[in-house]
């Protein structure tokens, strides 16, 4: 079983691969998803139903990442939640960010001037993606302890080659 609650969580395998960990240090009997349609759950479609025109939504973040993280094999059918999670609190930071930037650091409470609120929910988002966003390799320490070997690409050829 794993190793629930007992320090740092592992690097998952395919990140492991494309780091070119030493192979004793990989795990070839981990479960692996099967093959299969990767779709944002249905939570995250309804939440850009309901924003506003013109702002960038969750699905929008899906849409625009999903893509590499699959032909990675990092997103698979068994990450969706959490990848949704991660793109949900990415938008939910921009738009603390913004109105902390709009009201200030400071707002007027009940009992005078408070903190804004805005501050904590800035620091809750930040948390969730650098949580969530290490768990795909999407945060800068992350990234680059990622090789991907090989020969690299311009990853402008795939907009040529499309």
């Avoid at 309804?46 to 013109?54: I, V």
């Avoid at 699905?59 to 094999?73: E, N, Q, T, V």
């Avoid at 969730?128 to 990622?146: E, K, M, N, Q």
Wanted: proline share 7%; glycine share 10%.
């Amino acid at each position: 079983m794993g190793r629930a609650g007992q320090g740092r969580p592992s690097k998952p395998t395919s990140l492991k691969v494309l780091h070119g960990d030493r192979k004793d240090r990989i795990n070839d009997t981990e479960p692996v998803p099967d093959e299969g349609a990767i779709e944002p759950p249905g939570w995250l479609v309804e939440l850009d139903r309901q924003a506003d025109a013109g702002q960038e939504t969750a699905l929008d973040l899906w849409h625009r990442l999903a893509p590499d993280l699959i032909r990675k094999r990092v997103l698979t059918p068994w990450d969706t939640e959490a990848f949704a999670v991660f793109c949900d609190a990415v938008i939910g930071h921009r738009r603390a960010a913004v109105q902390l930037a709009t009201e200030g650091l400071t707002v007027q409470g009940s009992r005078g001037v408070v903190k804004n609120p805005m501050l904590t929910a800035l620091k809750d988002y930040t948390e969730i993606v650098v949580r969530y966003g290490s768990r795909f390799g999407l945060t800068p320490s992350d990234r680059a302890s990622l090789s991907l070997g090989g020969e690299q690409r311009d990853p402008k050829e795939d907009l040529l080659s499309g």
